[in-house]
């Protein structure tokens, strides 16, 4: 199906709404950027939905393309009229669907809660909205939700929980859960971030002089001091670089009251290694303060070159 502006349709309110659609290179088009088609409720030949380049569910699952100003959330997870709605994200109390986690991110208000379904998000959500992201329950069971890429937490309030994490990329550090901004944060002394209840598994990289870690909290000194981070029930593992160092959690520079309890650290390696480490930042000359670690397992923190430390303080100067 295609639309353009010189299509004599109608225009306004154009929908596309049970069409079972399988086999097409295109399925749906709209080249007409003021006027959007509603092609939600549709069967795309696959219950991961249509193919489109900001669609981050099942990428290797997708079925028929979709082009253009096209609304194609929620889709139907069988063809029509059997199929059942479903969309891979969700904002709990607006209702509606999202084809991103990102996407419902830039779309939340403060203390919105974001439900991302079982399956395989591919991307890298960066949040800059006071929100609870969280994946189904249970991050152990057979589906779990599960990010290929991080999540960048820009902002106070947030929490992160339920999701397996794996990460492998090609910056100077790589993480599962960056909490930090280079632009300036901003605390607010009445909240808390929490990233709990995750599986971090896999964190590493092929280039050369990149750092891989589980979860990094980092202050600059263009912004407010990190001030109340709650790490809790995460199991951290399988995180590796042949080449450079490697961390499980790393606390760096002006960050405070951080409690890091009952995670789960193991099999982490690289030259030089820390399970949980609090150090200093290159351009930031101070320790984190008030840190609490209690109730953790950490076990097989390894390294090439140094020992593998378990839980350290570092007061050199260190990467990043």
Request: charged share 20%.
């Amino acid at each position: 199906m295609g639309y353009s502006d010189s299509d004599d349709v109608g225009g306004d309110n154009l929908e596309a709404y049970c069409n079972n659609l399988s086999g097409n290179p295109t399925a749906i088009v709209n080249y007409d950027e003021s006027d959007t088609i509603n092609a939600t409720g549709n069967w795309w030949n696959s219950a991961a939905g249509p193919e489109r380049e900001f669609k981050t569910y099942n990428k290797s699952m997708q079925g028929d393309k979709v082009n253009g100003n096209v609304e194609f959330t929620p889709w139907l997870t069988a063809p029509c009229p059997d199929g059942e709605s479903f969309a891979p994200v969700e904002i709990t109390n607006l209702g509606g669907g999202y084809p991103s986690i990102q996407a419902a991110v830039n779309d939340a208000g403060e203390e919105d809660t974001i439900l991302a379904k079982a399956g395989t998000h591919t991307e890298n959500v960066s949040v800059t909205e006071d929100v609870t992201i969280t994946g189904e329950e249970g991050t152990h069971c057979e589906k779990p939700t599960v990010l290929e890429g991080s999540f960048n937490i820009k902002v106070d309030g947030v929490t992160v929980k339920n999701f397996k994490i794996t990460n492998t990329g090609n910056i100077r550090e790589i993480e599962g859960v960056f909490i930090g901004d280079s632009a300036g944060y901003t605390d607010d002394p009445d909240k808390v971030i929490k990233v709990c209840s995750n599986v971090i598994d896999g964190i590493n990289s092929t280039s050369p002089e990149v750092v891989a870690e589980g979860i990094h909290v980092k202050s600059y000194d263009n912004g407010d001091q990190i001030n109340g981070v709650l790490i809790k029930e995460n199991i951290i593992k399988n995180i590796k670089k042949s080449d450079y160092g490697a961390n499980g959690i790393k606390l760096q520079a002006n960050v405070n009251n951080i409690t890091i309890l009952s995670n789960k650290i193991q099999d982490v390696r690289g030259t030089w290694i820390y399970g949980i480490t609090s150090t200093q930042s290159s351009l930031e000359e101070v320790i984190p303060k008030n840190v609490d670690v209690k109730h953790n397992i950490l076990k097989n923190i390894t390294a090439s070159t140094y020992r593998g430390v378990a839980i350290g303080i570092e007061e050199a100067t260190y990467p990043g």
